[in-house]
């Protein structure tokens, strides 16, 4: 039985990808700060870590062992303008979006060469290609999306499949913090009329964890439905 590990598993997308990796059969490892809505759900084991503690990730990944895929789902955006951050918010929102994962491709990946497979899936955004408001969101997004490309030159040719996702506006908690006026935008200007569900982007995380064709490696998918966010 192949084993997953996704971060922030317990909630959003990341429960829906949980969920939906449980009824395959995997077995998943869900990191996250907090056990919870991982009752019912089988195959899986939780693990309690805080990604700001980017030092320790090491020892993490030894802990856990043998990883057959990662999916680093995790993230923070802070409802404020780019210049009201704190230094500490700043640092936090790196470390979670952007160090961690970089981190936790670079000790998995040590694993996965030796064998010569492994697939790896980084949650990005929209956002990341196109600018957002919260500028440090932006960037890491954008961040995480180059590293994507980069690891894929750099482990490809170890058979490690590493590709990314961007998706709009998705209906979870986190689309509460979205102004009405951005939220009405995006709504005016995709073909359907309506956000994402969390259900649909899972379902194309899962895809690339599991079952897509290992020549696409290095790429984004957009799920906008068409149109990016003004």
Same mark, same amino acid.
């Given at each position: 039985?192949?084993?997953?590990?996704?971060? $922030?598993?317990?909630?959003?997308?990341?429960?829906? /990808? /949980?969920?939906?990796?449980?009824?395959?059969?995997?077995?998943?490892?869900?990191?996250?700060?907090?056990?919870?809505?991982?009752?019912?759900?089988?195959?899986?084991?939780?693990?309690?870590?805080?990604?700001?503690?980017?030092?320790?990730?090491?020892?993490? !990944?030894?802990?856990? $062992?043998?990883?057959?895929?990662?999916?680093?789902?995790?993230?923070?955006?802070?409802?404020?303008?780019?210049?009201?951050?704190?230094?500490?918010?700043?640092?936090?929102?790196?470390?979670?979006?952007?160090?961690?994962?970089?981190?936790?491709?670079?000790?998995?990946?040590?694993?996965?060469?030796?064998?010569?497979?492994?697939?790896?899936?980084?949650?990005?955004?929209?956002?990341?290609?196109?600018?957002?408001?919260?500028?440090?969101?932006?960037?890491?997004?954008?961040?995480?999306?180059?590293?994507?490309?980069?690891?894929?030159?750099?482990?490809?040719?170890?058979?490690?499949?590493?590709?990314?996702?961007?998706?709009?506006? !998705?209906? /979870?908690?986190?689309?509460?913090?979205?102004?009405?006026?951005?939220?009405?935008? !995006?709504?005016?200007?995709?073909?359907?009329?309506?956000?994402?569900?969390?259900?649909?982007?899972?379902?194309?995380? !899962?895809?690339?964890? /599991?079952?897509?064709?290992?020549?696409?490696?290095?790429?984004?998918?957009?799920?906008?439905?068409?149109?990016?966010?003004?």
């Amino acid at each position: 039985m192949k084993r997953i590990l996704i971060t $922030g598993g317990n909630k959003g997308i990341g429960l829906e /990808t /949980t969920k939906i990796l449980s009824q395959k059969g995997y077995q998943i490892i869900v990191v996250a700060r907090q056990n919870i809505n991982l009752e019912e759900i089988k195959n899986c084991e939780f693990i309690k870590y805080d990604l700001r503690n980017i030092t320790d990730i090491s020892a993490l !990944v030894e802990k856990i $062992g043998v990883i057959d895929v990662l999916i680093n789902n995790s993230g923070i955006m802070n409802t404020c303008p780019y210049n009201n951050y704190s230094q500490q918010e700043k640092e936090d929102l790196m470390k979670v979006n952007l160090d961690a994962p970089i981190e936790l491709i670079t000790c998995i990946s040590k694993q996965m060469i030796p064998r010569k497979e492994g697939r790896i899936v980084n949650v990005a955004s929209v956002a990341g290609q196109i600018g957002h408001p919260d500028v440090w969101y932006a960037v890491s997004k954008a961040g995480l999306i180059n590293a994507t490309k980069s690891f894929a030159k750099l482990l490809g040719s170890h058979g490690i499949v590493i590709n990314a996702i961007a998706p709009g506006p !998705v209906e /979870t908690d986190m689309l509460a913090t979205i102004p009405e006026t951005r939220k009405e935008a !995006v709504l005016a200007s995709v073909y359907s009329g309506r956000f994402a569900t969390a259900q649909e982007v899972a379902k194309t995380i !899962v895809w690339l964890a /599991t079952e897509s064709p290992k020549y696409i490696n290095g790429t984004c998918i957009d799920i906008n439905n068409g149109s990016f966010p003004r």
